[in-house]
């Protein structure tokens, strides 16, 4: 298929996880899908919210820093509620991309359980309506109707501070009368109270719209199909004006990964290094630091640490990290890059090939991470990925027996179409495994399994 979708790509897009516990096969009916969905919201919001709430306040009111000092008390009391309906606005906004990302969650989990969900994009809509949102008015039957199944694929423009009001209101499926937006959506009450997150400290917000030939039918946006433009091509060639020397070859193929860098890296302009291969290995920053919340503990090997992704966020939660790539230019990237991160002194950077340094070291870490390559962006050829032939240098089970070696605690990280049987079968008999699906903004980017007792959080409902 040869039409071309626009996209909307931020900087710093919202990251939504959603976790299960796997043994056998994906039994849809028994599956908590309230549980999985309530448990994602209030890990995005207590996470993410309160910057959200924040950096949203201070763009809409850019004088309320100086102003709010020298204020009287009533007017103190106007700027409170203000934000109030800031909170319940913004939530309900973000609370709708979070739907479409859920959604999509089950349609992507669905297909790589092998499952045909015979679901049309209708069906979607309606079950959105179920939970207590409006259509979408922006979106013709036409454009309904005419959607392929990969096309189910829900995506929101999350970014409202990019529209105008009345675009935004539209987008987000409300009425177009400000004061009565808040009452139409009846879901359930969120909670507007966060923990300030420790998020990234760069938020370019640039904005780029960018074709993409390859994947265009994952990447529909709500507000419509827009022509190439020339507009387009000035993006493009400004972008790749930024770019360094070998990015600007393969008929703007590494653009997207440029227009995503601050997203990979919070610091990159600080100097971050990448080479070819790592601009489209390297796991984003958000990603990374959720898999190291999660295997924090005394000692932990990073198989194939490529330029540092992982390794830098394992040196913030865990007490060594064991940094380990066949390839020395991209250790010596990976060390530069944990200087900017300024935790260089915590990994130890070990050049050799993992299936020998497996087979003979005699270190015993707590947990092993392996992140290999999967045969480039081209992975995405195929509509299900088998992990058993086409990951490099082995095949997943090999690579879970050389790990078991050293430790019974192992996290994979995982293409998005990765066949879910496979990756299930990788527990052993009678085990289970945990599987997080990563989603920034609505798309899924890849999915990361935890396998040992060690490192797999209780169901949901059970006691952590
Ligand atoms: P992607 O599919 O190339 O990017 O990789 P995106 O933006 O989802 O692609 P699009 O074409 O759909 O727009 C998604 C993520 O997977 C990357 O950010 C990497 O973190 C990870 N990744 C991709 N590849 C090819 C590899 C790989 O070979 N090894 C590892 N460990 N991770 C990879
Ligand atoms: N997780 C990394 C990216 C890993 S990409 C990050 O976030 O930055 C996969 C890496 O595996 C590449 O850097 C590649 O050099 C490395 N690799 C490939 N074969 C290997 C092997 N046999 N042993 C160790 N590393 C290997």
């Not at 028994?30 to 995005?44: P, T």
């Not at 609370?95 to 359980?113: P, V």
Request: charged fraction near 30%; proline fraction near 3%; glycine fraction near 4%.
């Amino acid at each position: 298929m040869n039409t071309h979708y626009l996209t909307t790509s931020r900087t710093n897009p919202q990251f939504y996880i959603f976790r299960q516990l796997f043994c056998n096969d994906l039994d849809w009916e028994h599956c908590d899908w309230e549980g999985i969905q309530n448990v994602a919201w209030e890990d995005f919001w207590q996470r993410e919210g309160h910057e959200i709430l924040e950096q949203k306040w201070h763009k809409r009111f850019p004088e309320y820093r100086d102003l709010i000092d020298v204020v009287s008390s009533e007017e103190q009391g106007l700027w409170q509620e203000l934000w109030e309906k800031h909170a319940r606005d913004s939530s309900t906004k973000f609370w709708y991309i979070f739907i479409c990302a859920f959604e999509n969650y089950q349609h992507d989990l669905a297909k790589s359980f092998g499952l045909h969900e015979d679901k049309n994009p209708e069906d979607v809509e309606e079950d959105l309506q179920n939970l207590s949102l409006q259509k979408n008015p922006t979106k013709s039957k036409q454009q309904r109707t005419s959607k392929k199944e990969d096309e189910l694929y829900l995506t929101a423009n999350d970014n409202p501070e990019d529209c105008d009001e009345e675009q935004q209101l539209r987008l987000f499926g409300l009425p177009t009368a400000f004061a009565s937006k808040a009452d139409t959506i009846t879901r359930k009450e969120r909670r507007t109270q966060y923990k300030p997150s420790s998020s990234d400290s760069e938020d370019s917000e640039e904005l780029v719209i960018m074709e993409n030939g390859e994947n265009e039918a994952r990447h529909v946006v709500q507000s419509g199909f827009i022509k190439k433009s020339n507009r387009r091509q000035r993006k493009i060639k400004k972008c790749k004006a930024k770019m360094p020397e070998f990015m600007q070859e393969d008929n703007n193929k590494m653009v997207k990964y440029w227009i995503k860098r601050f997203s990979l890296f919070s610091r990159f302009d600080q100097g971050i290094r990448l080479d070819r291969e790592s601009w489209f290995s390297v796991t984003p920053e958000k990603i990374a630091k959720q898999t190291a919340r999660r295997l924090a503990c005394d000692v932990i090997i990073d198989a194939f640490c490529g330029c540092g992704g992982n390794a830098i966020q394992f040196a913030n939660t865990c007490g060594r990290v064991i940094a380990v790539d066949i390839d020395a230019k991209k250790l010596a990237m990976a060390k530069h890059n944990a200087g900017i991160y300024g935790v260089a002194h915590k990994i130890e950077f070990i050049n050799a090939d993992f299936l020998q340094f497996a087979a003979t070291t005699k270190l015993r870490p707590n947990v092993v991470f392996l992140s290999p390559p999967w045969g480039g962006p081209d992975y995405q050829k195929q509509a299900t990925f088998d992990i058993e032939t086409s990951l490099l240098p082995v095949g997943a089970s090999n690579l879970m027996l050389l790990s078991r070696r050293l430790a019974s605690d192992v996290a994979f990280f995982l293409p998005r179409n990765a066949n879910m049987k496979q990756v299930v079968a990788l527990s052993g008999a009678g085990q289970q495994c945990e599987v997080e699906h990563n989603y920034l903004d609505t798309r899924m980017v890849a999915l990361t399994a935890y396998y040992g007792k060690g490192i797999i959080k209780p169901s949901l409902g059970e006691d952590e």
